[in-house]
């Protein structure tokens, strides 16, 4: 399939593909589905290697927010059930992520809810930090919250933390759509903070929210120019009680396509299945882990994932290997960049090193509008058929409750 060696020639060199090349990924059919896989795979492999980050997050201040993007369970005036509560004291927190590395976390994600921090969040936060570090000076921190304002992005790397993670979510011509509290150019200021103190920056998307092929690959050329070292791509967990409750359009097949698209786009960055893979890719996880490189463990913010050892059992499973604290999860012209986890233990190509990477690839549309309107409908029809809402399970452990963490 001439598509895909390109695309596969393009990500070994790391060279960026085009948009219509980027758009043919989203419109292959299921029948090049494994073949998309195996060409992201090459990728992958090339600089990942067999690895998979495992991720834990930690919820330090859970509903309540007054923004109102459409898409989430904490949004100003969601009726969703989810846990309420506000910032957990540090040890507490620090208790929590330590669930996480002894599950095979190599990163704790801190997030909260709001806006934005003020610089008492800040204080906190440093405090929360400093907590973790002192259990385990090995684990990475990142940092998720909202909005920074001048000077935090640097207050936070001086507490210790490694990365900040502010998503896109959306492209910029249908952001306006989904939140209107704050701006697109709001978050692509944050993550320009995030860089310039120094930080690893985290960005991502949300599929599964409406948009077009076209928005995606928006979004993913616009991550691809904030040049971050990890890009989550989260699925649509639709929750009852928010305005996209009823947005069920995404099959399994469609969730790899995305994956191998931000593959060929992003070749040498940390490609993380995050938010909704248990909900929209279901007993298809496994290929997901042939073209990303990083999963979240166990549970997320107000839902609840598979259990941590699902999660181990599946990597070995499919015969990858979680990543050590030890082992730098770059490769070495990123790392040595200032990419967290950067030094000389970084790797370089598949030919220097045989534990780098692995990834995610494309086929051809066959450049008929009216098969890939009619393989559109399908998917759509399929997704309405097969929607599991029975797998959207809203947290009720872990921080903030009684019981312990899901790791």
Known sequence: ????????????????????????????????????????????????????????????????????CSYCSQRLGSKAEIL?????????????????????????????SG??????????????????????EQVEVCACLGLLSDNQAERLKAAGADAYNHNLNTSESTYGEITTTHTYADR??????????????????????GESDEDLVDVVYALRELDPDSVPVNFLIPFEGTPLAEEWNLTPQRC?????????????????????REVHLRSMQPLGLHIANSIFLGDY???????????????????????GAEQTTLPRHRASAGGCGGGASACGSHEEQTTCGTGGGCGPCGGHQADEAETATTETEAAEDEARTDLVRVRRRGAGTELAPNA
Not at 193 to 205: D, I, T
Not at 259 to 276: H, N, S, T
Request: glycine fraction near 10%; hydrophobic fraction near 45%.
């Open 188 to 209: 692509v200021d944050t993550v320009a903070k995030a860089h310039g103190a120094g930080l690893s920056a985290c960005s991502g998307l949300i599929a599964g929210m």
């Open 1 to 68: 399939m001439d598509l895909l060696d390109t695309l596969t020639d393009k990500g070994l060199r790391r060279e960026l593909p085009t948009r219509e090349e980027a758009l043919a990924v989203l419109a292959t059919t299921d029948d090049e589905l494994l073949d998309v896989v195996a060409a992201a795979g090459r990728v992958r492999q090339q600089w990942f290697g067999r690895r998979v980050k495992l991720n834990y997050l930690v919820n330090l201040k859970s509903g309540l927010c007054p923004e109102d």
């Open 115 to 136: 806006r934005g921090p003020t610089d008492r969040d800040i204080d906190r936060v440093a405090d929360t930090i400093a907590a973790i570090k002192d259990a385990d």
């Open 84 to 112: 309420k509560y506000t910032w957990l004291k540090p040890e507490q927190a620090a208790e929590a992520a330590a669930a996480g590395v002894a599950g095979g976390a190599k990163r704790v994600c801190l997030v909260a």
């Open 301 to 323: 913010l107000t839902s609840e994932g598979q259990a941590g050892q699902a999660d181990l059992d599946m990597i070995k499973d499919a015969g990858f290997e979680v990543e």
């Open 256 to 276: 790899l396509r995305i994956l191998a698209m931000v593959r060929f786009v992003c070749p040498d960055i940390e490609v993380r299945i995050a938010g909704g």
